[in-house]
């Protein structure tokens, strides 16, 4: 499963990330500003967005409210101390499909996301993005163009996803490290280099290889014909 976590408090998003990467193995990108949850949650397709309720640059029924208003069809829980039930009201009422009241333990959070995830996996429609005679499914995270169909792993779906976002501007290597792979120092700059390699080559067998253009010393951009 893959998740955005936004809480501007430090230990708890530690432990947050901690227990969902060790415990039961999943993604997590980890972000302590409202603004930053936006950008991300617009870069990146998530599977729940675990969104704390008072943050800096934007609380969460602010970016909540933002996200659903801009179409956002994702699932999201919303985290906060306030229990009062006009408070859980607002979180539902702002656009939040589940919330979970501080302190919480660990094997509550994972079975609501558990849930969140379940509905989120049956959409009622694919989401599908056209550029030109390719297609891709956000949904399956796969390319296709007549009856040919390539299947994505999710970094190299989430790297074209970002730059199908931001079609015809350069990224450099730190926003792209930055949006994909947040927090893991343990990952190299080289790691986006390959990804960007492996993304190409499927690109290129639809004829696409040329709409990934590196840009020496910088970054890389999409741009098609």
Not at 40 to 47: G, V
Not at 54 to 71: Q, V
Not at 95 to 114: N, T, W
Not at 146 to 168: A, F, H, S
């Amino acid at each position: 499963m893959n998740i955005l976590l936004a809480e501007d408090d430090q230990k708890l998003g530690e432990l947050i990330t901690y227990m969902l990467m060790k415990k039961v193995k999943y993604q997590v990108e980890w972000v302590q500003t409202g603004e930053d949850a936006y950008e991300y949650a617009k870069a990146s397709h998530y599977d729940v967005i675990i969104m704390d309720w008072m943050m800096p640059h934007g609380d969460g029924i602010e970016i909540c409210r933002l996200l659903r208003s801009n179409g956002y069809g994702g699932a999201i829980l919303m985290l906060t101390a306030k229990d009062a039930i006009q408070d859980r009201v607002a979180g539902l009422d702002s656009g939040a499909d589940d919330y979970l009241v501080k302190p919480f333990e660990i094997d509550e959070l994972l079975a609501r996301l558990r849930a969140l995830s379940r509905r989120n996996f049956s959409p009622i429609r694919e989401e599908v993005l056209l550029i030109e005679n390719l297609t891709i499914n956000r949904t399956s995270q796969s390319l296709q163009m007549d009856q040919e169909m390539i299947q994505l792993t999710p970094r190299e779906y989430q790297l074209l996803d970002l730059l199908v976002q931001n079609k015809g501007q350069v990224l450099t290597r730190d926003i792209i490290f930055e949006r994909i792979w947040g927090n893991k120092t343990d990952v190299a700059y080289k790691t986006i280099d390959a990804t960007v390699k492996l993304l190409r080559k499927k690109l290129k067998k639809f004829g696409k290889g040329d709409w990934l253009q590196s840009i020496r010393g910088v970054g890389y951009k999409l741009e098609t014909n």
